[in-house]
């Protein structure tokens, strides 16, 4: 079985501030991690996936993330938010053997002040 | 290249009726998935199809039902609609099976059962 949690459903921070949305992961056997991002009235894009080949993982649109296995996290970070990154966040997890689905968190929602 | 394209963007339906709904992959992927995303229920999983089979289904009733054809296209069937089935429903594909494989969301159509 797999799950995640998302802490913090919404989160604000200024422009120009460090952006940290927290992934927490439960897994019975080595996951797979993906972050998406949702715009409004949007599907989802993908932000970046963790796929073990490298613990720190760079993403898109300058977020990264980084797979703490002592932790069970995969916390998304960006140096200076930027008024565009303003949209609803999530992680999921994978596990495969023939389970294939994606299980989402519940979602962090960003918000960002001029 | 396209992405993955849902139709209708839209759907309204009344309590009982039938909906149908259309998903067409990236050009050469196999694999198609389903996940509904309700008010207050997050991004679930519904259904997994790959190679014209369905390899996995997530906790939902029999009425929800899908196929996926030669071409790798799917479709979602929900029948006799409850006012809960209210939600975006996102198709994803994948070129290939498997947890490590990047899930390609489509915008999603959106049912709404009065």
């Known amino acids: 079985a797999q799950s995640v949690t998302q802490l913090g459903s919404h989160v604000s921070v200024s422009e120009g501030a460090l952006v940290l949305l927290r992934c927490n992961y439960s897994?019975?056997?080595?996951?797979?991690l993906f972050w998406y991002v949702q715009y409004p009235n949007q599907g989802l894009q993908l932000l970046l996936k963790?796929?073990?080949?490298?613990?720190l993982v760079k993403g898109i649109n300058g977020f990264d993330a980084e797979f703490l296995k002592s932790e069970t996290s995969f916390h998304l970070t960006k140096p200076s938010a930027h008024m565009s990154d303003a949209a609803e966040y999530f992680c999921?997890?994978?596990?495969?053997?023939?389970?294939?689905?994606?299980?989402f968190g519940t979602g962090t929602r960003l918000t960002i002040i001029p | 290249e396209a992405g993955v394209t849902q139709s209708p963007t839209h759907l309204i339906k009344t309590r009982g009726q039938q909906a149908t709904l259309r998903c067409s992959p990236i050009s050469g992927h196999t694999s198609v998935y389903w996940y509904q995303q309700a008010l207050g229920l997050g991004l679930q999983f519904l259904l997994w199809y790959d190679e014209g089979e369905e390899r996995n289904r997530g906790n939902f009733p029999p009425r929800f039902s899908g196929r996926q054809f030669p071409n790798y296209s799917s479709e979602l069937n929900v029948n006799a609609l409850e006012l809960e089935d209210s939600a975006l429903y996102l198709c994803a594909s994948s070129f290939h099976k498997g947890a490590i494989e990047t899930q390609y969301f489509g915008p999603g159509t959106r049912l709404l059962v009065l």
């Open positions: 999921a997890v994978n596990i495969g053997f023939g389970n294939e689905k994606l299980t």
């Open positions: 897994s019975s056997v080595p996951p797979y």
């Open positions: 963790y796929t073990s080949a490298a613990t």
